[in-house]
């Protein structure tokens, strides 16, 4: 199984540019997730999915939104690119309820976006 | 709101020898889960070692122990004979469940490993 995969890996993006960050998984899990990774800051939640058509907020959601259209894609939508947008993205998918609890969380390889 | 405390930014260990990496968590919750996660220079993240609230037992995973006290609120790993592959982030992470989806994670330990 390929798990998570996420694209691109790299990015560069000019201020006030659009992207859409990808993110498949094939293991059929209900949950998906988008964290962004800034130094010494540690894994921040932008936003969830419980299943298909269901998304809400995470900690960070400001600058982006979601749609997860079906179980297997969870893309991320940047509108209007800013500096504070560098960072690491990371997607990741669970089984639900208790199963998160006892496999935790399988991640993509992240995407790396630089916002110039 | 759950958080997650890894109160050392960065540390050093020796080849072939023991390190202790500390983390603390904040919950009222009674059952809830608790990983480490490794993240290596290649970004990927590794689960390395789970623990469920409700064991006594402290989980295992060959050279990977940990230590948890739920009374104190603390879950520290132990890594023994260290060896250069080990040398990485470290994310402690917290997971409650029922209406809570989410882990939440520390701000994560350097670790690095000296030949």
């Known amino acids: 199984n390929a798990g998570v995969t996420q694209t691109p890996k790299f990015r560069i993006l000019k201020i006030g540019q659009s992207m859409t960050l990808q993110c498949t998984q094939d293991?059929?899990?209900?949950?998906m997730y988008w964290y962004r990774q800034d130094p010494g800051m540690g894994l921040k939640l932008i936003y969830y999915?419980?299943?298909?058509?269901?998304?809400d907020k995470g900690e960070v959601p400001n600058g982006y939104n979601v749609s997860r259209s079906t179980t297997e894609d969870f893309p991320l939508r940047l509108e209007l690119a800013a500096p504070s947008q560098t960072s690491v993205y990371f997607c990741?998918?669970?089984?639900?309820?208790?199963?998160?609890?006892?496999?935790?969380?399988?991640f993509g390889s992240g995407t790396r976006l630089t916002v110039v | 709101a759950q958080t997650v405390t890894q109160s050392q930014p960065e540390m050093s260990v020796q080849e072939a020898e023991t390190v202790t990496l500390s983390c603390t968590y904040d919950?009222?919750?009674?059952?809830?889960?608790l990983f480490w996660y490794k993240q290596p220079p290649s970004r990927q993240m590794i689960l390395v070692i789970r623990?469920?609230?409700?064991?006594?037992q402290n989980a295992t995973e060959n050279r990977f122990s940990v230590n948890f006290q739920k009374a104190a609120k603390s879950f520290s790993l132990k890594i023994s004979d260290s060896q250069l592959g080990d040398t990485a982030m470290y994310f402690c992470?917290?997971?409650?469940?029922?209406?809570?989806?989410?882990?939440?994670f520390g701000k994560g330990t350097l670790l690095t490993v000296n030949p």
């Open positions: 990741a998918s669970s089984l639900q309820g208790t199963a998160t609890g006892l496999y935790g969380y399988t």
């Open positions: 623990q469920e609230a409700y064991k006594q």
């Open positions: 992470a917290f997971y409650q469940g029922g209406s809570n989806y989410k882990l939440t």
């Open positions: 999915s419980v299943g298909a058509g269901i998304t």
């Open positions: 919950t009222s919750e009674s059952n809830y889960y």
């Open positions: 293991m059929n899990h209900n949950y």
